[in-house]
């Protein structure tokens, strides 16, 4: 079955789509370090067999939220929640910083009285 039907996966690099399987291969090793069956991240997540088994598979049609209730059912909600935490976008402050004015005029009516 090829995975890759929508137009945007089919643009998708190789390395994202390696990076996306590796994840579902990560969330079947973290399943089975738990002794966890299939069914019981079936039920624990609400997730369908079908849809369950494609996470593991790391296919990337896959909706986000799906891969969120396996991290959180595993116990890793909070990375989930801190992946891209503009805290931490080291590129996004760098570019931030970068745009600051180098000096800051008022106009008359907004100066302090």
């Known amino acids: 079955m090829d995975s890759m039907k929508s137009g945007a996966t089919a643009l998708m690099p190789l390395s994202v789509r390696r990076a996306i399987r590796k994840f579902g291969e990560d969330i079947a090793v973290g399943r089975k370090k738990r002794r966890l069956t299939v069914e019981m991240m079936v039920e624990r997540t609400g997730l369908s067999t079908n849809t369950y088994r494609r996470v593991e598979a790391g296919e990337p049609t896959v909706a986000i939220g799906a891969y969120a209730m396996c991290l959180l059912v595993l116990g890793h909600g909070q990375a989930f929640a801190s992946l891209i935490d503009q805290g931490r976008d080291d590129v996004g402050l ?20």
């Open 94 to 113: 760098v570019l931030e910083k970068e745009r600051l004015p180098k000096r800051v005029r008022l106009k008359k009516e907004e100066m302090p009285a």
